[in-house]
């Protein structure tokens, strides 16, 4: 793939490009993994965006993207076998795929050993190969919602 202004890349290249930056070493799972949390952050309707693009592109979100990562500068060559697997569960992830993250709206791989405090209060919702997968917390007004028995 030639580097390419992201704004040009189909949903499916800029989600494919992003697991290809971030898991490329990664199984299948864990590729999968990765896509499903760009779409479960995009189902939040949150700060963190709303379309592939935005939630990809948004600054420090995934670090491969920012213009201080090594990866950063990094774009698959032309049959590479890992941007192959990236495309197909890219397309997998597009089409609606199994969330193998449990609804993971974070994660993280060595050298990082605990959560970023960023993230607030979060919980391990999955670990594939070297990726641990996040959530945040719910909230008290949440649990007692579910307490008292009122969906939210």
């Given amino acids: ?20 930056r971030e898991a490329r070493g990664e ?5 999968r993994g990765v896509g499903c949390v760009v779409r479960n952050r995009i189902n939040a309707k949150s700060f963190f965006g709303h379309d592939w693009k935005a939630v990809i592109l ?3 979100q995934f670090s491969s993207f920012n213009s201080d990562d090594p990866n950063s500068i990094k774009w698959p060559v032309d049959r590479d076998e890992a941007w192959e697997e990236c ?18 709206l974070y ?6 050993n605990d959560p970023p405090h960023a993230w607030g209060k979060v919980w391990e919702t999955a670990h594939i ?4 997968f996040f959530k945040s917390m719910p909230t008290q007004d949440a649990i007692a919602g579910v307490t008292n028995g009122i969906a939210e």
Avoid: H, R
């Fill in 87 to 104: 495309l197909d569960t890219a397309a997998e992830v597009l089409g609606g795929a199994e969330d193998v993250t449990n609804g993971a």
């Fill in 129 to 132: 190969g070297n990726l641990q």
């Fill in 27 to 31: 199984g299948m799972l864990g590729k």
């Fill in 58 to 60: 948004k600054p420090y």
């Fill in 107 to 112: 994660y993280f791989s060595p050298p990082l």
């Fill in 1 to 20: 793939m030639e580097p390419t202004p992201y704004k040009e890349l189909s949903d499916l290249q800029i989600l494919a490009l992003c697991i290809w």
